[in-house]
T-cell receptor, first 117, second 113 residues
């Protein structure tokens, strides 16, 4: 069965800390995504990666960075955590490129609920 | 630009009743459309997708959705609700031009015994 695994289900950090969220997929997918989910706002794309070391900004990249050193692993980094980054973070992966990517479903991890105090 | 509107942030039905979750989209080109379900404390799972092969799409767990181009709609239905259907449902659209999938705000479905 396909699997996207996020390293932590719950995480509590303090403002100003550097925070790492890790995601691993076992499907050999080219593409990986980080979303933020907030009530009433649906999912908003933070960053997308289509290959190792390649990335594209999503709709809300400010305050975040990403790292993809291996195909199966995609990390989200909060450079200096702030309280407005308290949220649910979802990682996803998908296969394909261009139009072939657009018609493919994304496979999601179970999410990391991050609280910044 | 693409957009997705889900009408109703909360929908409540009785067990055995029809489920209807509404989704309208905006896209400048023929879209790809998806419905995902999210159970508590889990990520999203694909229910079904429309990719132009057929306007009526059948998904898992007895759900189906109909693509209506004239109404720019992709409503999700199930003839008879079950308690296990209680979850949040997301409609999503992508337009084939890039990597972005746009998700609606979600509709939380409550099922009453």
């Amino acid at each position: 069965d396909v699997k996207v695994t996020q390293s932590s289900r719950y995480l509590v950090k303090r403002t100003g800390e550097k925070v790492f969220l890790e995601c691993v997929q076992d499907m050999d997918h080219e593409n990986m995504f980080w979303y933020r989910q907030d009530p009433g706002l649906g999912l908003r794309l933070i960053y997308f990666s289509y290959d190792v070391k390649m990335k594209e900004k999503g709709d809300i990249p400010e305050g975040y960075s990403v790292s993809r050193e291996k195909k199966e692993r995609f990390s989200l980094i909060l450079e200096s955590a702030s309280t407005n980054q308290t949220s649910m973070y979802l990682c996803a992966s998908a296969r394909g490129q261009g139009e072939a990517l657009s018609n493919q479903p994304q496979h999601f991890g179970d999410g990391t609920r991050l609280s910044i105090l | 630009a693409q957009s997705v509107t889900q009408l109703g942030s909360h929908v409540s039905v009785s067990e055995g009743a029809l489920v209807l979750l509404r989704c309208n989209y905006s896209s400048s080109v023929p879209p790809y459309l998806f419905w995902y379900v999210q159970y508590p404390n889990q990520g999203l799972q694909l229910l079904l997708k429309y990719t132009s092969a057929a306007t009526l799409v059948k998904g898992i767990n007895g759900f189906e959705a109909e693509f209506k181009k004239s109404e720019t709609s992709f409503h999700l239905t199930k003839p008879s609700a079950h308690m296990s259907d209680a979850a949040e449902y997301f409609c999503a659209v992508s337009d084939g031009g890039g990597f972005k999938t746009i998700f609606g705000a979600g509709t939380r479905l409550f099922v009453k015994a």
